[in-house]
């Protein structure tokens, strides 16, 4: 289970010219992390009852770290522009680019064939109905793939005696996924439009930071390369990404 969060607080410390604000999180855990989220705030979870002093000290030593990624994820801004829903707008599934081609007929549909997005409305294809349609066609997709994505993802984990976690899919504002305190993994629906690596990607984090237990780093030690590529294509795919973090 994730640590109970006791406090927060905000914060800054200074490293040359440039400040670092913070929010302070006291826990029940025994180290500290920092994270960076792609909003440019900076978390900081500490073992409850540690000394400020220490944890700025700890701040300032993973400075250079911390101004690296905030200016990593500047470079993605502006976001994509939203999306109109109209003939020949393209839409993103599983990393890839389609075309919209939108249609009236008896009843509604939705088709992924040969480079296009075939939508048929029963009524007149107006962006409100083909948005509404092609999100219904993202989340029976979602469900599949990302089902598909927790047990490829979790026959790392095979042997450890713990349970896999629990699935739950939603449209998310800023984030991909998330971990309840109960260990339900939560995933972005708009996940769907990353590539499959990308989906896993985000899948091994969470169930990395439910036990600590890191894999996936293990892999991608000597391949940074490989681990930014990653998190760039979920940055292109046009919406947020969750935190790059680092225990202390």
Partial sequence: MMEA???????????????????????????MEIAVHPDSTVIVKAPAQSDITLIEKKIIKRARWIL????????FNPKTPDRCYVNGETHLYLGKQYRLKLAEGTENSVKL???FFHITCRNEPTPSATKKLLNQWYSEKAQLQFAE??????????????????????????????????????LNTDLIRAPKECIDYVV?????????????????????????????KLHLTGEGFHHQATPC
């Avoid at 969060?5 to 604000?21: A, E, F, P």
């Avoid at 690296?68 to 470079?75: E, P, T």
């Fill in 113 to 115: 064939s040969r480079g």
């Fill in 149 to 186: 994505s927790m047990d490829r993802c979790w026959q790392k984990f095979n042997g450890l005696g713990i349970d896999q976690p629990k699935l739950s899919i939603k449209r998310m504002q800023k984030r991909w996924g998330s971990l309840s305190d109960k260990g339900t993994v939560t």
């Fill in 68 to 75: 690296r990624q905030l200016n990593y994820f500047k470079q």
């Fill in 204 to 232: 091994m984090f969470w169930f990395s930071v439910n036990w600590r237990i890191r894999p996936f780093e293990l892999e991608l030690k000597n391949g940074e390369i490989h681990h930014a590529q990653t998190a760039k």
């Fill in 5 to 31: 969060l006791i406090h927060n607080n905000k914060h800054s410390v200074v490293y040359g010219r440039k400040t670092i604000d913070f929010s302070l999180l006291y826990c029940d855990r025994k180290t």
